[in-house]
Each structure stands twice: as structure tokens, then as C-alpha cells.
């Protein structure tokens, strides 16, 4: 009976051993993908940044060389593409540091829902501006055009508006997911 008894014992610590080590290999996995989901977040920021600062000098060859348009318009264009980069440093900011996904959970939970909430709240800040934006280029080129030409640019420019905002909503959207199945994993591990 004392031989049963010690020989299921043993058992049992091998059983706990392997749970053990099941547990690491777990927290590991979720680790590294939450890792390069802020990974892809990140990469997302930089391009958008990478196209914004193109913008400035492309939009002053754009706006003011080839169609005339104001000077300050092209400022105000160059203002918000550095507003953008702005806000893309800032809230990526902190998903960029190593350790974040090293430490305590509950701390990147909330750094990671933090950004995920600015990146939500950026929405209402760009989208006035954009449409602001949009109004002030129409005005220029009605002032700019003939009515004829008019007629041409703008059937064009509302197609480019329009593909710009799907464009825009489908990385908002698609960020927005990735910082759901960030802080996803982060609870399932949380629960573990």
C-alpha cells in the first residue's frame, strides 16, 4: 500500500512538472504574439508617418507649383501631416518599449489600452481637420477654375476624397483590431 501511495506521488509531481512547463511555453507563445502585434501596430505608425512627411514636400510641388493654390493652404496641409507624425510617435511610443511585454501584465494592459483609446479618440480630431481641409482645397480650386474645369476636377477630387476616407477608416479599423487581440491575449494569459 506505502509502495502505491509514494509510486502515485511520483506520478503526480511528473504530472505538475509537465503542467508547469506547459504553462511557460504558454505564457511565452502569448508573450511573443503580443509582442509582434505591437510590432505591427508600430510598423503601421511608421509608414503612415513616412507618408505624411512625404506629403509636405509633395504637396507644396501639388498645391503650389503646379495648380497655384495658396501658400497657406500648403502650410496648413504641412501642419496636420506633422500633427500626424506627431500623434503616430507619441502613441506608439510607448508599445515600442522591450520590456513591456516582459513586466507585469496589468501595467501593459493599460499602457496598451491607453494607446488604444487615443488612437480612438484621434479620430475626432481628424476627421474635422480633414474635412476642413477638403473645403478649403474646393474653395481654392472653384476660385482657381473655370466653371468647365470645374466640372472636370470635381467629380475627381470627390472620388479621391472618398477613397481616402475608406482607405483611412480601413487602417483605423484594422489598428483598432490589433489592439483588441493585444489586450485579448493579455487577458486570457491574465487568467491562466
Same mark, same amino acid.
Given at each position: 500500500?506505502? !509502495?502505491?501511495?509514494?509510486?502515485?506521488?511520483?506520478?503526480?509531481?511528473?504530472?505538475?512538472?509537465?503542467?508547469?512547463?506547459?504553462?511557460?511555453?504558454?505564457?511565452?507563445?502569448?508573450?511573443?504574439?503580443?509582442?509582434?502585434?505591437?510590432?505591427?501596430?508600430?510598423?503601421?505608425?511608421?509608414?503612415?508617418?513616412?507618408? *505624411?512627411? *512625404?506629403?509636405?514636400?509633395?504637396?507644396?510641388?501639388?498645391?503650389? *507649383?503646379?495648380?497655384?493654390?495658396?501658400?497657406?493652404?500648403?502650410?496648413?496641409?504641412?501642419?496636420?501631416?506633422?500633427?500626424?507624425?506627431?500623434?503616430?510617435?507619441?502613441?506608439?511610443?510607448?508599445?515600442?518599449?522591450?520590456?513591456?511585454?516582459?513586466? !507585469?501584465?496589468?501595467?501593459?494592459?493599460?499602457?496598451?489600452? *491607453?494607446?488604444?483609446?487615443?488612437?480612438? !479618440?484621434?479620430?475626432?480630431?481628424?476627421?474635422?481637420?480633414?474635412?476642413?481641409?477638403?473645403?478649403?482645397?474646393?474653395?481654392?480650386?472653384?476660385?482657381?477654375?473655370?466653371?468647365?474645369?470645374?466640372?472636370?476636377?470635381?467629380?475627381?477630387?470627390?472620388?479621391?476624397?472618398?477613397?481616402?476616407?475608406?482607405?483611412?477608416?480601413?487602417?483605423?479599423?484594422?489598428?483598432?483590431?490589433?489592439?483588441?487581440?493585444?489586450?485579448?491575449?493579455?487577458?486570457?494569459?491574465?487568467?491562466?
Amino acid at each position: 500500500m506505502d !509502495n502505491e501511495l509514494e509510486n502515485m506521488r511520483q506520478q503526480m509531481a511528473i504530472l505538475q512538472e509537465k503542467l508547469n512547463k506547459q504553462t511557460i511555453v504558454d505564457d511565452r507563445a502569448i508573450r511573443r504574439a503580443i509582442k509582434r502585434g505591437m510590432g505591427s501596430i508600430n510598423k503601421r505608425y511608421l509608414i503612415i508617418s513616412i507618408i *505624411a512627411l *512625404a506629403m509636405i514636400p509633395y504637396g507644396y510641388w501639388a498645391f503650389v *507649383a503646379i495648380n497655384g493654390l495658396s501658400i497657406p493652404l500648403w502650410i496648413a496641409s504641412s501642419v496636420m501631416m506633422l500633427m500626424v507624425v506627431a500623434f503616430s510617435y507619441f502613441n506608439g511610443r510607448s508599445l515600442r518599449n522591450p520590456q513591456l511585454t516582459e513586466g !507585469n501584465l496589468h501595467d501593459t494592459m493599460r499602457q496598451v489600452a *491607453a494607446a488604444k483609446r487615443r488612437d480612438s !479618440n484621434w479620430m475626432w480630431i481628424g476627421i474635422p481637420m480633414a474635412m476642413a481641409w477638403a473645403v478649403w482645397v474646393g474653395w481654392e480650386m472653384a476660385q482657381k477654375l473655370s466653371s468647365e474645369e470645374f466640372k472636370f476636377f470635381m467629380p475627381f477630387f470627390i472620388i479621391c476624397l472618398v477613397a481616402g476616407i475608406l482607405i483611412g477608416l480601413a487602417v483605423h479599423f484594422k489598428t483598432q483590431r490589433h489592439y483588441r487581440e493585444i489586450l485579448d491575449q493579455i487577458e486570457d494569459l491574465d487568467e491562466e
